[in-house]
């Protein structure tokens, strides 16, 4: 079973709303259950899912259910208004798969381009599948590419060299709104991956005060003493809230941590100056229904795409040599993998040529019984030998037409050797 059998089925920021995205987030637990029900269920024969704040895709091999059986899993899911997904996904097969995940993990389909997160976002959803062991021949060999392919990108073009991420556009979102961040404020909630990069960007910009809240009091201080801010306990967000100008959300919350109450009572405090929330999270942190309130600003994750990033045009144009990075890296494991596939067959043809050997010597018992030890194995060596010679130029033609992308050939090849009766 080759790449043709591979399917990648998703959505993401380009195809449906976070409102729809939050609806099929996952949490770490989340994945690995997902992930043994795909599996155990017989939907899929290996399956891989990544669920960043921006995409949610599962990149499987089929079952016996085939792809009616993944389009009906993801039919159990609907949109906010009970619609189902249908309109918002995307299906990619075969080649289409693979060249996806390779752009995806060289960040070339991200809200951002370049950013840095998603190799890393990527590596996690490999570590999930093997920890479930739903990764197989396809998949393990796929994402093992994948991520060398992000790599790649990274070190070999200019991609790399202007990296940023979502988290630097909410606070290059600050920097448009307030200007000159220094005399400012913030708080960050949240210290993941998606936090630290912010608390840097933050910092970087000239921030006179960065707080930070968690609800693992422990991480809050660590973020906070390497940033030189101020840890504060997790009961005491609502508090902070109406002494700071910005508060970015980044946190893996599956429902708002701040409501719309939180807010009205900050702003109180605040004498209604204006604040900022960005919300980074998927599902979001922040309640919507906080956009409705005067003098508080609400960003998520889809806003920032009309964020303009220092050094977009640069990223662009490195984008040119990722593209044909990874255009060229499909092109090699589509056929490595077509060359594995050919081999296994091929493996499978020597063993029916053998067996039939071994078959027509047992057939031959009364000649056979009467030679002696040494000439049974010679006749054994020469028989051997003749089938081998009789099968070389065959699977060299094999192998040949599998470097060469040749399906047709082969699959006559292999109906001329009898595969079918192997």
């Not at 307030?178 to 991956?193: K, N, Q, S």
């Not at 960065?210 to 660590?222: I, Q």
């Not at 504060?232 to 967000?237: F, K």
Request: aromatic share 4%; glycine share 8%.
């Amino acid at each position: 079973m080759g790449a043709d059998a591979l399917l990648a089925v998703g959505l993401s920021y380009r195809t449906a709303p976070v409102n729809v995205r939050e609806r099929l987030a996952v949490d770490d637990l989340g994945v690995h259950r997902t992930l043994a029900n795909l599996v155990s269920s017989g939907v899929s024969r290996e399956a891989l899912l990544i669920s960043t704040c921006n995409r949610v895709e599962l990149y499987t091999v089929p079952g016996r259910g085939g792809e009616s059986a993944v389009a009906e899993f993801f039919s159990t899911f609907r949109g906010p208004e009970g619609e189902p997904l249908d309109r918002y996904l995307y299906w990619h097969r075969g080649r289409e798969a693979v060249q996806h995940l390779f752009r995806v993990s060289s960040a070339l389909d991200s809200m951002v381009l370049g950013e840095p997160q998603i190799l890393g976002q990527v590596k996690e959803a490999v570590r999930q599948a093997q920890e479930a062991n739903t990764l197989g021949r396809v998949l393990h060999r796929l994402t093992q590419r994948s991520l060398a392919v992000g790599k790649r990108v990274r070190t070999e073009t200019a991609l790399g060299q202007h990296r940023v991420g979502i988290g630097n556009a909410g606070v290059d979102l600050a920097t448009q709104i307030f200007g000159d961040l220094r005399g400012r404020r913030a708080m960050l909630i949240g210290v993941g991956e998606m936090g630290r990069q912010v608390a840097n960007a933050l910092q970087t910009a000239g921030l006179h005060e960065l707080v930070v809240c968690n609800r693992t009091w422990d991480r809050a201080r660590e973020l906070a003493e390497i940033q030189g801010g101020t840890a504060i306990e997790w009961g005491r967000l609502g508090e902070y809230l109406g002494r700071v100008d910005i508060a970015i959300a980044a946190t893996g919350a599956t429902e708002p941590v701040l409501r719309a109450a939180d807010v009205r009572s900050a702003l109180r405090a605040r004498n209604y100056r204006p604040l900022l929330l960005v919300d980074l999270s998927v599902p979001r942190n922040i309640a919507s229904d906080v956009d409705g309130i005067e003098d508080a600003y609400l960003f998520n994750v889809d806003h920032l795409r009309d964020v303009q990033s220092r050094g977009k045009a640069l990223r662009e144009e490195a984008a040119q040599d990722a593209h044909a990075l990874v255009d060229d890296e499909t092109d090699r494991f589509m056929t490595s993998l077509a060359e594995l596939d050919v081999s296994e067959r091929i493996g499978g043809l020597v063993r029916h040529f053998e067996a039939v050997r071994a078959a027509e010597i047992e057939r031959s018992g009364r000649l056979v019984a009467e030679l002696d030890d040494e000439q049974r194995e010679a006749l054994d060596a020469m028989s051997r030998a003749l089938v081998k010679k009789v099968l070389h130029q065959p699977l060299q033609a094999l192998r040949q037409a599998a470097r060469e992308g040749d399906a047709e050939r082969v699959e006559a090849i292999l109906h001329a050797l009898g595969e079918e009766d192997a």
